[in-house]
């Protein structure tokens, strides 16, 4: 897992393709309606992952 683990479109689109294949309605979504990266780009802006990780690297 990586240490700031934002979500990757690609990654989330392939969940979407798969959840189509039996429910179609998930193949008219787009993955930024599913992603919200607002919290975790809050705590990277404020440096508290990098000082979490900072002596194991």
């Not at 690609?10 to 039996?22: F, W």
């Not at 787009?30 to 975790?40: H, N, Y």
């Amino acid at each position: 897992m990586p240490v700031k683990p934002y979500a990757v479109e690609s990654a989330v689109q392939a969940v979407l393709n798969h959840l189509a294949e039996r429910e179609p309605r998930y193949g008219q979504r787009k993955p930024a309606e599913f992603i919200d990266s607002g919290p975790l780009s809050e705590l990277d802006r404020s440096g508290f992952i990098d000082r979490l990780y900072s002596g194991q690297r």
